[in-house]
Protein backbone atom coordinates (compact mmCIF):
# COMPACT_ATOMS: atom_id res chain seq x y z
CA UNK A 1 0.00 0.00 0.00
CA UNK A 2 1.19 3.57 -1.22
CA UNK A 3 2.31 5.95 1.65
CA UNK A 4 0.39 9.11 2.02
CA UNK A 5 2.40 12.46 1.57
CA UNK A 6 1.20 15.31 3.32
CA UNK A 7 2.69 18.81 2.10
CA UNK A 8 4.11 21.25 4.37
CA UNK A 9 5.58 24.77 4.28
CA UNK A 10 6.81 24.91 0.40
CA UNK A 11 6.23 20.92 0.18
CA UNK A 12 7.01 17.40 1.09
CA UNK A 13 9.97 16.41 3.28
CA UNK A 14 10.62 12.83 4.91
CA UNK A 15 13.33 10.03 6.24
CA UNK A 16 15.11 8.90 3.46
CA UNK A 17 14.69 5.31 2.59
CA UNK A 18 11.42 5.52 5.47
CA UNK A 19 9.25 7.36 3.26
CA UNK A 20 11.53 9.41 1.22
CA UNK A 21 12.02 7.09 -1.22
CA UNK A 22 11.89 7.42 -4.82
CA UNK A 23 8.67 6.13 -5.65
CA UNK A 24 7.36 8.50 -3.42
CA UNK A 25 9.92 11.54 -5.31
CA UNK A 26 8.27 10.18 -8.46
CA UNK A 27 4.60 10.29 -7.07
CA UNK A 28 4.95 14.01 -5.85
CA UNK A 29 6.38 15.14 -9.10
CA UNK A 30 3.41 13.24 -11.12
CA UNK A 31 0.91 15.42 -9.09
CA UNK A 32 3.10 18.36 -9.63
CA UNK A 33 2.72 17.73 -13.24
CA UNK A 34 -0.29 17.24 -13.28
CA UNK A 35 -1.02 20.42 -11.39
CA UNK A 36 0.99 22.31 -13.87
CA UNK A 37 -0.69 21.18 -16.36
CA UNK A 38 -4.15 22.39 -14.88
CA UNK A 39 -2.76 25.75 -14.89
CA UNK A 40 -2.17 25.98 -18.47
CA UNK A 41 1.95 25.69 -18.31
CA UNK A 42 2.47 22.05 -20.38
CA UNK A 43 4.10 24.26 -22.76
CA UNK A 44 6.89 25.92 -20.56
CA UNK A 45 10.09 24.92 -19.07
CA UNK A 46 10.74 23.73 -15.16
CA UNK A 47 13.33 24.09 -13.04
CA UNK A 48 14.28 21.18 -11.21
CA UNK A 49 17.49 21.56 -8.71
CA UNK A 50 19.24 20.13 -5.57
CA UNK A 51 21.16 20.54 -2.95
CA UNK A 52 24.42 18.21 -1.41
CA UNK A 53 22.41 15.70 0.55
CA UNK A 54 23.02 12.23 0.28
CA UNK A 55 21.77 10.97 -3.12
CA UNK A 56 19.74 14.24 -4.07
CA UNK A 57 21.24 14.36 -7.68
CA UNK A 58 19.65 11.21 -8.13
CA UNK A 59 16.44 12.13 -6.17
CA UNK A 60 16.27 15.37 -8.56
CA UNK A 61 17.59 13.22 -11.80
CA UNK A 62 13.80 11.22 -10.95
CA UNK A 63 12.00 14.08 -10.79
CA UNK A 64 13.18 15.06 -14.26
CA UNK A 65 11.95 12.08 -15.72
CA UNK A 66 8.67 12.52 -14.22
CA UNK A 67 8.54 15.64 -15.76
CA UNK A 68 9.56 14.78 -19.29
CA UNK A 69 7.22 11.86 -19.47
CA UNK A 70 4.38 14.18 -18.63
CA UNK A 71 5.69 16.39 -21.61
CA UNK A 72 7.19 19.43 -19.88
CA UNK A 73 10.69 20.62 -20.95
CA UNK A 74 12.92 20.88 -18.16
CA UNK A 75 16.49 22.55 -17.01
CA UNK A 76 18.01 20.27 -15.04
CA UNK A 77 20.72 22.14 -12.45
CA UNK A 78 24.64 20.27 -13.02
CA UNK A 79 25.45 20.09 -9.63
CA UNK A 80 24.39 21.23 -5.92
CA UNK A 81 22.73 24.62 -6.21
CA UNK A 82 21.59 26.55 -3.78
CA UNK A 83 17.69 27.63 -3.07
CA UNK A 84 17.97 31.08 -3.63
CA UNK A 85 19.76 30.47 -6.81
CA UNK A 86 17.07 27.50 -8.18
CA UNK A 87 14.37 30.48 -7.45
CA UNK A 88 16.46 33.19 -9.44
CA UNK A 89 16.92 30.41 -12.32
CA UNK A 90 13.00 30.38 -12.73
CA UNK A 91 12.64 34.10 -13.47
CA UNK A 92 15.93 34.07 -15.84
CA UNK A 93 14.83 30.90 -17.81
CA UNK A 94 11.12 32.47 -17.96
CA UNK A 95 10.00 28.79 -16.65
CA UNK A 96 6.52 28.12 -14.83
CA UNK A 97 7.66 26.28 -11.88
CA UNK A 98 10.08 24.51 -9.91
CA UNK A 99 11.28 21.24 -7.89
CA UNK A 100 14.16 21.78 -5.41
CA UNK A 101 15.44 19.42 -4.08
CA UNK A 102 16.41 19.92 -0.36
CA UNK A 103 15.38 19.50 3.23
CA UNK A 104 16.28 22.54 4.28
CA UNK A 105 17.19 23.27 7.84
CA UNK A 106 16.56 19.21 8.40
CA UNK A 107 19.05 16.31 9.97
CA UNK A 108 20.94 14.19 7.35
CA UNK A 109 18.52 11.66 7.34
CA UNK A 110 15.84 13.34 6.07
CA UNK A 111 15.27 14.84 2.01
CA UNK A 112 12.86 17.02 0.79
CA UNK A 113 10.69 18.22 -2.46
CA UNK A 114 10.06 21.89 -2.19
CA UNK A 115 7.73 23.78 -5.21
CA UNK A 116 8.12 26.81 -6.09
CA UNK A 117 6.17 29.00 -8.72
CA UNK A 118 6.97 31.20 -12.02
CA UNK A 119 7.76 33.90 -9.89
CA UNK A 120 10.36 31.67 -8.03
CA UNK A 121 8.60 32.00 -5.13
CA UNK A 122 6.16 29.68 -2.57
CA UNK A 123 3.33 28.28 -3.87
CA UNK A 124 0.06 29.30 -2.00
CA UNK A 125 -1.34 26.90 0.41
CA UNK A 126 -4.72 26.74 -2.25
CA UNK A 127 -2.16 25.43 -4.65
CA UNK A 128 -0.59 22.68 -2.74
CA UNK A 129 -3.32 21.23 -1.51
CA UNK A 130 -4.10 21.36 -5.34
CA UNK A 131 -0.63 19.26 -5.92
CA UNK A 132 -1.18 17.35 -2.91
CA UNK A 133 -4.64 16.04 -3.94
CA UNK A 134 -2.92 15.07 -7.49
CA UNK A 135 -0.34 12.95 -6.19
CA UNK A 136 -1.20 8.93 -7.40
CA UNK A 137 -1.50 6.15 -4.96
CA UNK A 138 0.55 4.17 -7.00
CA UNK A 139 3.82 4.67 -9.05
CA UNK A 140 2.35 2.52 -11.94
CA UNK A 141 0.16 5.43 -12.30
CA UNK A 142 3.58 7.76 -12.81
CA UNK A 143 4.41 8.42 -16.83
CA UNK A 144 8.71 8.68 -16.98
CA UNK A 145 10.95 9.21 -19.56
CA UNK A 146 14.52 7.65 -18.71
CA UNK A 147 17.00 10.49 -18.35
CA UNK A 148 19.37 9.58 -21.07
CA UNK A 149 16.48 9.40 -23.65
CA UNK A 150 15.11 12.58 -22.24
CA UNK A 151 19.08 14.12 -22.56
CA UNK A 152 19.38 13.05 -26.38
CA UNK A 153 15.47 14.01 -27.12
CA UNK A 154 16.12 17.53 -25.91
CA UNK A 155 13.48 17.57 -23.66
CA UNK A 156 15.94 17.59 -19.96
CA UNK A 157 18.51 19.94 -20.39
CA UNK A 158 21.66 20.00 -18.09
CA UNK A 159 22.70 23.80 -17.34
CA UNK A 160 24.13 25.99 -14.38
CA UNK A 161 22.22 28.36 -12.95
CA UNK A 162 25.21 30.39 -11.30
CA UNK A 163 26.67 32.78 -14.42
CA UNK A 164 22.65 34.58 -14.25
CA UNK A 165 22.46 34.76 -10.60
CA UNK A 166 25.78 35.91 -10.07
CA UNK A 167 25.37 38.68 -13.06
CA UNK A 168 21.91 39.81 -11.42
CA UNK A 169 24.00 39.81 -7.81
CA UNK A 170 26.20 42.42 -9.19
CA UNK A 171 23.23 44.91 -9.99
CA UNK A 172 22.85 44.84 -6.84
CA UNK A 173 26.29 45.19 -4.60
CA UNK A 174 29.53 46.56 -6.09
CA UNK A 175 31.57 43.60 -5.44
CA UNK A 176 34.82 44.88 -6.58
CA UNK A 177 35.90 46.77 -3.73
CA UNK A 178 35.37 43.82 -2.03
CA UNK A 179 37.59 41.92 -4.63
CA UNK A 180 40.07 44.68 -4.26
CA UNK A 181 40.42 44.74 -0.92
CA UNK A 182 43.34 42.39 -0.47
CA UNK A 183 41.33 40.65 2.25
CA UNK A 184 42.39 36.93 3.55
CA UNK A 185 38.86 35.29 3.83
CA UNK A 186 38.58 31.82 5.76
CA UNK A 187 35.31 29.95 4.36
CA UNK A 188 34.09 26.74 5.89
CA UNK A 189 30.46 25.93 4.10
CA UNK A 190 30.51 22.71 6.37
CA UNK A 191 29.63 20.47 3.10
CA UNK A 192 27.11 22.56 2.56
CA UNK A 193 25.24 24.01 -0.89
CA UNK A 194 27.28 27.07 -0.09
CA UNK A 195 30.38 25.37 -1.71
CA UNK A 196 32.43 27.28 -4.03
CA UNK A 197 30.11 30.73 -3.76
CA UNK A 198 32.25 32.72 -2.08
CA UNK A 199 35.88 32.29 -4.42
CA UNK A 200 33.12 33.06 -7.09
CA UNK A 201 31.34 36.39 -5.75
CA UNK A 202 34.57 37.62 -4.18
CA UNK A 203 37.57 35.98 -5.28
CA UNK A 204 39.42 36.39 -8.64
CA UNK A 205 41.12 39.99 -7.50
CA UNK A 206 43.24 41.00 -4.72
CA UNK A 207 41.27 39.12 -2.08
CA UNK A 208 41.82 35.92 -1.71
CA UNK A 209 39.10 33.05 -0.45
CA UNK A 210 40.39 29.83 1.14
CA UNK A 211 37.52 26.92 1.70
CA UNK A 212 37.94 24.11 3.52
CA UNK A 213 35.79 20.92 3.56
CA UNK A 214 34.59 21.48 0.10
CA UNK A 215 37.04 18.85 -2.45
CA UNK A 216 36.38 15.38 -3.32
CA UNK A 217 37.30 12.91 -0.68
CA UNK A 218 41.01 11.15 -1.11
CA UNK A 219 40.86 8.49 -3.18
CA UNK A 220 42.68 5.29 -1.46
CA UNK A 221 43.29 1.47 -3.04
CA UNK A 222 40.73 -0.50 -0.69
CA UNK A 223 42.00 -3.40 -0.76
CA UNK A 224 40.17 -6.11 1.79
CA UNK A 225 37.65 -3.38 2.70
CA UNK A 226 36.38 -3.23 -0.62
CA UNK A 227 34.47 -6.58 0.45
CA UNK A 228 32.23 -4.75 2.23
CA UNK A 229 30.14 -3.51 -1.12
CA UNK A 230 31.08 -6.96 -2.55
CA UNK A 231 29.06 -8.09 0.66
CA UNK A 232 26.49 -5.33 -0.10
CA UNK A 233 25.66 -6.99 -3.46
CA UNK A 234 25.44 -10.69 -2.41
CA UNK A 235 23.08 -9.83 0.13
CA UNK A 236 20.96 -7.58 -2.09
CA UNK A 237 20.96 -10.85 -4.51
CA UNK A 238 20.16 -13.46 -2.01
CA UNK A 239 17.47 -15.01 0.17
CA UNK A 240 17.51 -15.33 4.08
CA UNK A 241 17.85 -19.10 3.56
CA UNK A 242 20.17 -18.91 0.86
CA UNK A 243 22.36 -22.56 0.39
CA UNK A 244 24.87 -23.37 2.86
CA UNK A 245 27.79 -22.86 0.65
CA UNK A 246 27.24 -19.08 -0.27
CA UNK A 247 26.97 -18.39 3.48
CA UNK A 248 29.99 -20.25 4.14
CA UNK A 249 31.43 -18.44 1.11
CA UNK A 250 30.63 -15.09 2.75
CA UNK A 251 31.76 -16.08 6.08
CA UNK A 252 35.30 -16.88 4.80
CA UNK A 253 35.62 -13.68 2.86
CA UNK A 254 34.35 -11.43 5.64
CA UNK A 255 35.70 -12.79 8.71
CA UNK A 256 38.59 -14.81 7.49
CA UNK A 257 39.56 -11.78 4.95
CA UNK A 258 40.15 -14.47 2.30
CA UNK A 259 40.38 -13.14 -1.56
CA UNK A 260 39.66 -16.41 -3.51
CA UNK A 261 35.92 -16.66 -1.27
CA UNK A 262 35.15 -13.23 -2.44
CA UNK A 263 35.95 -13.96 -6.21
CA UNK A 264 34.37 -17.10 -5.66
CA UNK A 265 31.06 -15.90 -3.78
CA UNK A 266 30.68 -13.09 -6.80
CA UNK A 267 30.84 -15.90 -9.24
CA UNK A 268 28.36 -18.39 -7.68
CA UNK A 269 25.99 -15.42 -7.42
CA UNK A 270 26.56 -12.09 -9.07
CA UNK A 271 28.05 -13.18 -12.94
CA UNK A 272 30.45 -15.53 -13.75
CA UNK A 273 33.04 -12.79 -15.22
CA UNK A 274 31.43 -9.21 -14.66
CA UNK A 275 30.74 -9.49 -10.62
CA UNK A 276 32.73 -7.10 -10.14
CA UNK A 277 31.51 -3.80 -12.17
CA UNK A 278 27.57 -4.59 -10.82
CA UNK A 279 28.72 -4.39 -7.39
CA UNK A 280 30.27 -0.96 -8.34
CA UNK A 281 26.98 -0.13 -10.08
CA UNK A 282 25.08 -1.05 -6.89
CA UNK A 283 27.44 1.55 -5.30
CA UNK A 284 26.97 4.15 -7.73
CA UNK A 285 22.66 3.82 -7.44
CA UNK A 286 23.86 4.75 -3.30
CA UNK A 287 25.79 7.95 -4.36
CA UNK A 288 28.96 6.27 -3.65
CA UNK A 289 30.60 7.71 -6.75
CA UNK A 290 33.95 7.10 -5.73
CA UNK A 291 33.74 3.43 -4.59
CA UNK A 292 34.52 0.73 -7.50
CA UNK A 293 35.95 -2.53 -8.02
CA UNK A 294 37.22 -3.02 -11.73
CA UNK A 295 38.35 -7.20 -11.40
CA UNK A 296 38.52 -9.92 -9.16
CA UNK A 297 41.56 -10.50 -6.58
CA UNK A 298 43.06 -12.81 -8.34
CA UNK A 299 46.61 -12.37 -9.34
CA UNK A 300 46.45 -11.75 -13.44
CA UNK A 301 42.59 -10.94 -13.07
CA UNK A 302 41.69 -8.58 -16.03
CA UNK A 303 40.86 -5.27 -15.64
CA UNK A 304 36.96 -5.06 -16.47
CA UNK A 305 37.42 -1.67 -17.07
CA UNK A 306 39.01 2.24 -15.75
CA UNK A 307 37.11 4.66 -13.83
CA UNK A 308 37.63 7.88 -13.35
CA UNK A 309 36.08 9.04 -9.84
CA UNK A 310 35.83 12.93 -8.43
CA UNK A 311 38.35 11.61 -5.69
CA UNK A 312 40.98 10.18 -8.12
CA UNK A 313 41.13 13.11 -10.48
CA UNK A 314 42.46 15.33 -7.91
CA UNK A 315 45.45 16.99 -9.01
CA UNK A 316 46.51 18.43 -5.53
CA UNK A 317 46.83 14.91 -3.95
CA UNK A 318 47.12 11.30 -4.38
CA UNK A 319 47.80 8.01 -2.66
CA UNK A 320 48.37 5.99 -6.03
CA UNK A 321 45.29 4.22 -6.05
CA UNK A 322 44.95 0.83 -7.28
CA UNK A 323 42.94 0.75 -10.50
CA UNK A 324 41.16 -2.68 -9.91
CA UNK A 325 39.78 -1.54 -6.26
CA UNK A 326 39.48 2.00 -4.35
CA UNK A 327 37.06 4.13 -2.14
CA UNK A 328 36.89 7.63 0.21
CA UNK A 329 37.12 7.48 3.64
CA UNK A 330 33.60 8.92 3.56
CA UNK A 331 32.23 6.57 0.71
CA UNK A 332 32.85 3.53 3.07
CA UNK A 333 31.55 6.05 5.54
CA UNK A 334 28.35 6.36 4.55
CA UNK A 335 28.09 2.36 3.39
CA UNK A 336 28.61 1.28 6.81
CA UNK A 337 26.09 3.69 7.66
CA UNK A 338 23.86 2.71 5.57
CA UNK A 339 23.99 -1.26 7.11
CA UNK A 340 23.97 0.09 10.47
CA UNK A 341 20.34 2.02 9.69
CA UNK A 342 19.22 -1.05 7.93
CA UNK A 343 20.06 -3.23 10.81
CA UNK A 344 18.90 -1.40 13.23
CA UNK A 345 15.68 -0.58 11.55
CA UNK A 346 15.15 -1.78 8.06
CA UNK A 347 14.94 1.63 7.34
CA UNK A 348 17.82 4.34 5.37
CA UNK A 349 19.43 4.44 1.97
CA UNK A 350 19.09 0.72 1.23
CA UNK A 351 15.30 1.00 1.29
CA UNK A 352 15.32 3.90 -0.60
CA UNK A 353 17.04 2.65 -3.33
CA UNK A 354 16.97 -1.25 -3.25
CA UNK A 355 13.24 -1.50 -1.82
CA UNK A 356 13.14 -4.84 -0.07
CA UNK A 357 16.16 -6.90 -1.33
CA UNK A 358 18.22 -6.20 1.37
CA UNK A 359 16.08 -6.94 4.19
CA UNK A 360 17.14 -6.08 7.95
CA UNK A 361 17.63 -9.44 9.33
CA UNK A 362 20.26 -9.48 6.54
CA UNK A 363 21.73 -6.16 7.29
CA UNK A 364 22.19 -7.57 11.18
CA UNK A 365 23.91 -10.85 9.35
CA UNK A 366 26.41 -8.20 7.69
CA UNK A 367 27.33 -7.26 11.33
CA UNK A 368 27.76 -10.25 12.92
CA UNK A 369 30.44 -11.33 10.24
CA UNK A 370 32.18 -8.23 10.65
CA UNK A 371 32.09 -8.09 14.31
CA UNK A 372 33.75 -11.78 14.05
CA UNK A 373 36.98 -10.21 12.05
CA UNK A 374 38.91 -10.55 14.76
CA UNK A 375 42.19 -8.59 14.68
CA UNK A 376 43.21 -7.24 18.02
CA UNK A 377 44.48 -4.17 16.64
CA UNK A 378 44.20 -0.82 14.44
CA UNK A 379 40.08 -0.21 15.58
CA UNK A 380 40.07 -2.38 17.97
CA UNK A 381 43.18 -1.64 19.61
CA UNK A 382 41.73 1.91 20.65
CA UNK A 383 38.69 0.35 22.29
CA UNK A 384 37.75 -2.19 25.98
CA UNK A 385 38.35 -5.40 24.98
CA UNK A 386 34.78 -6.03 25.47
CA UNK A 387 33.09 -3.52 22.85
CA UNK A 388 32.12 -4.94 19.67
CA UNK A 389 33.66 -3.81 17.00
CA UNK A 390 32.12 -4.29 13.14
CA UNK A 391 34.60 -3.54 11.05
CA UNK A 392 36.89 -5.05 7.87
CA UNK A 393 40.45 -4.07 7.57
CA UNK A 394 43.12 -3.76 4.35
CA UNK A 395 46.23 -2.95 3.81
CA UNK A 396 48.46 -3.04 0.19
CA UNK A 397 51.85 -4.52 -0.22
CA UNK A 398 54.22 -4.47 -2.87
CA UNK A 399 57.80 -6.73 -2.66
CA UNK A 400 57.17 -6.71 0.99
CA UNK A 401 56.82 -3.40 1.72
CA UNK A 402 53.29 -1.84 2.73
CA UNK A 403 52.29 1.98 1.77
CA UNK A 404 48.45 1.52 2.36
CA UNK A 405 46.95 0.86 5.43
CA UNK A 406 42.90 1.25 5.93
CA UNK A 407 40.13 -0.43 8.77
CA UNK A 408 36.88 1.01 8.19
CA UNK A 409 34.10 -0.44 11.36
CA UNK A 410 30.97 0.16 13.46
CA UNK A 411 31.74 0.72 17.05
CA UNK A 412 29.16 -0.44 19.59
CA UNK A 413 30.21 2.01 22.82
CA UNK A 414 28.23 2.43 25.55
CA UNK A 415 28.52 6.21 24.77
CA UNK A 416 26.91 5.76 21.63
CA UNK A 417 27.38 4.52 18.24
CA UNK A 418 29.47 5.60 15.85
CA UNK A 419 31.10 4.79 12.61
CA UNK A 420 35.05 5.67 11.86
CA UNK A 421 37.01 4.79 8.79
CA UNK A 422 40.75 5.30 8.45
CA UNK A 423 43.73 5.11 6.32
CA UNK A 424 47.10 5.87 6.26
CA UNK A 425 49.25 6.31 3.04
CA UNK A 426 53.02 6.84 2.66
CA UNK A 427 54.74 7.09 -0.88
CA UNK A 428 57.45 5.18 0.06
CA UNK A 429 57.04 2.65 3.03
CA UNK A 430 54.53 2.12 6.27
CA UNK A 431 56.26 0.53 9.46
CA UNK A 432 53.37 -1.82 10.42
CA UNK A 433 54.30 -1.18 14.33
CA UNK A 434 54.10 2.30 13.76
CA UNK A 435 50.64 2.90 11.76
CA UNK A 436 48.70 0.15 13.62
CA UNK A 437 49.79 2.34 16.55
CA UNK A 438 48.84 5.52 15.37
CA UNK A 439 45.32 3.67 14.10
CA UNK A 440 44.82 2.44 17.55
CA UNK A 441 45.44 5.57 18.88
CA UNK A 442 43.18 7.40 16.67
CA UNK A 443 40.74 4.80 17.63
CA UNK A 444 41.10 5.44 21.35
CA UNK A 445 40.51 9.23 21.07
CA UNK A 446 37.49 8.98 19.13
CA UNK A 447 36.46 6.37 21.86
CA UNK A 448 37.15 8.67 24.73
CA UNK A 449 35.39 11.35 23.21
CA UNK A 450 32.01 9.37 22.80
CA UNK A 451 32.60 8.11 25.95
CA UNK A 452 33.74 11.11 28.48
CA UNK A 453 31.00 10.79 30.58
CA UNK A 454 31.09 6.70 30.89
CA UNK A 455 32.12 5.36 34.42
Known amino acids: MSQQIKFGTDGWRGHVGENYTFANVRRCTQGFASYLAEQGFQDRWVIVGHDRRYQAEQFAAAAAE ?67 SNIPESEDEVKRTPLKDAIDAGAIVMFDAAPAYITHIETLIDLQPIKDAGLRVMVDPMWGNGAGWFPKLIGGGATEVFEISTNPDVAFTTASIAKIPIMTSIFRRINEDEDAETINLLQNMIIKSGNDPADWVMERVIHPSQAPLEVTDDMQALGLENTFLAGEFWFGAPLLKVYQTPANQREDISTDPDIYNQSTPSDLGMLLEDIYLCADNGQGTFKAVFSDEITQTECQMMLNYLSQNKLGTLLERGVPDVTEVAHKHGWVTYNGIMQTLGDAGIIFSPGGDYVLVIFLYHPQQLIWDNASFLVGQLSEAIYNFYNQNIP
Open 66 to 132: VLAGNGFKVYLTAGPTPTPVISYAVVDKKAAAAINITASHNPYTDNGFKVRDENGGAIDPEGLIRIE
